[in-house]
């Protein structure tokens, strides 16, 4: 008979227990300023397209996610002194220390709500509409002096996936910031009562990361369904093996051919 040990992992040390946490919370905050990078990135394309290519070098780029990885790093360190194993064997658990209950309950839930959703949500939110904005000024522009009208479907798409995106993410990112502040005020799941309360806890836990990664992964998908230009070139991106061998194959024919004629015009 196999028996699978379903055991916390953070419950087997206090190293362990302050790794699960810091790693799980920095990748959920890190991929979410990454997404507002993006957003930067595509404003200071929009807005300053002459200098787009000076911000945006490599050593720049390389530079503010490096400090940025730092600083959250050096955020979420705290894991290894507030979280250590609690209980008695068997039934041991991964979580906040008495002296840190308070910290744990009331103020790092509100902190991680700020750095994980609010500031990325606001700042992507607010840069989008500048994007909409000024490109909606480059259309209208276009359509009165030039009188172009292609525009229009173009720039109502690019509206819905900027919006969408925004939308998407403050969606999948909230929740699991929402369940911490309210658990810990309200204390729904007090994982020191009894195991059942502990598998309750780290199920719904569980549940709302799982959907914070959603907003990693789903992303793609999104821009799949919302964009036709994203669609044709995500189409070209899997045609180009098969271009490059055929314009390959069919200049490596027009050579043969060539030299054959050039062979038969020495004789």
Known sequence: MI???????GSYSDFLCGLQWVANTFVLQYNAWILMYMAGERTIAVFMPLHAKQYLCHRNIIAVLAITAVLL????IHFWITEKVQGVEPNTYCFYTPEYQHFGNYI???IDFVVMSLVPFTVILILNICIIVKMGKVYYNRRVNMNVTTDSAAFANMTVIL????AWFFLTTAPKAIFLIVEGVGGIYDVSRSPENQAWFYLALATVTLFAYLNNSFNFVL???TSSKFRKELSH???CGRYVEKHVSHTSQSNSHASAQSGMSRH
Do not use: H
Request: hydrophobic fraction near 60%; include cysteine.
């Open 3 to 9: 028996v699978f040990d379903m055991k916390d992992p």
């Open 73 to 76: 790093f050096g955020l979420n």
């Open 108 to 110: 790092w839930p509100w």
């Open 163 to 166: 919006l969408v995106v925004c």
């Open 223 to 225: 821009y799949i369904v």
């Open 237 to 239: 991106l899997f045609k």
